[in-house]
Nanobody, 127 residues
Framework: QVRLVESGGGLVQSGGSLRLSCAAS????????MGWFRQAPGKEREFVAN????????DYADSVKGRFTISRDNDRKTVYLQMNSLEPVDTALYYC????????????????????WGQGTQVTVSS
């Protein structure tokens, strides 16, 4: 059974930090690029960051570049999102997702290309 379980969300003040984790099971983790997306109430789901299979290449939305860092541990089958300098606009439900890729393929920003999704973890940033 495929599972992606996010954790680490919570309530934080503006300027604070959180580290999200996403634990994967039920599929061959190292064969998948991983992504983080978020959705605020009344808004579309948006790309936040992704990382390729090996962890050597990452891509970020302009809105989080320089503040967020995505990483992965293939031995632990876990992907992380370190979020610093959080702002109220970062408030959303954060999802991790897995995208089956050949080794050389770039990771995608398009959520429709992702095969598996977690249930999400809420991040709330107060001003």
């Amino acid at each position: 059974q495929v599972r992606l379980v996010e954790s680490g969300g919570g309530l934080v003040q503006s300027g604070g930090s959180l580290r999200l984790s996403c634990a994967a099971s039920g599929f061959t983790f190292q064969h998948y690029a991983m992504g983080w997306f978020r959705q605020a109430p009344g808004k579309e789901r948006e790309f936040v960051a992704n990382i390729n299979r090996s962890g050597g290449t990452a891509d970020y939305a302009d809105s989080v570049k320089g503040r967020f860092t995505i990483s992965r541990d293939n031995d632990r089958k876990t992907v992380y999102l370190q979020m610093n300098s959080l702002e109220p606009v970062d408030t959303a439900l954060y999802y991790c997702a897995a995208d089956r890729k050949i080794l050389s393929a770039p990771s995608s920003r398009d959520y429709s290309e992702y095969d598996y999704w977690g249930q999400g973890t809420q991040v709330t940033v107060s001003s």
